[in-house]
């Protein structure tokens, strides 16, 4: 029923940016908390960003003033902007579905590759 679909990811220069979008279908989009994750070989995966449906915004200490989050609700999407992108920002990113504010996610995409190498 509730797909996730992620796109945008690649290969970036330390220094560099790029943008990955999330498209939701299935799903009344406007009501529910989005999210994006990411997970780097041999680490557990982490919250990146967060945004509310209600559009408040949390991000991971390490990619403030560096990552965005927004969301465009007529298009189904969310995004994350990313700036200033080091090689520790190398991982799968992925994208999430919360229906229910501060519980669990519940619905994931497959995951985009990221990589930052020079």
């Known amino acids: 029923q509730v797909q996730v679909v992620e796109s945008g990811g690649g290969l970036v220069q330390p220094g560099g940016s790029l943008r990955l979008s999330c498209v939701v279908s299935g799903s009344i989009f406007s009501l529910y908390d989005m999210g994006w994750f990411r997970q780097a070989p041999e680490k557990q995966r982490e919250l990146v960003a967060g945004?509310?449906?209600?559009?408040?915004?949390n991000y991971a200490d390490s990619v403030k003033g560096r990552f965005t989050i927004s969301r465009d609700n007529a298009k189904n999407t969310v995004y994350l902007q990313m700036n200033s992108l080091k090689p520790e920002d190398t991982a799968v990113y992925y994208c999430a579905v919360r229906r229910i504010p501060l519980q669990s996610y519940n619905y994931w995409g497959q995951g985009i590759q990221v990589t930052v190498s020079s």
């Open positions: 945004i509310t449906s209600g559009g408040m915004s």
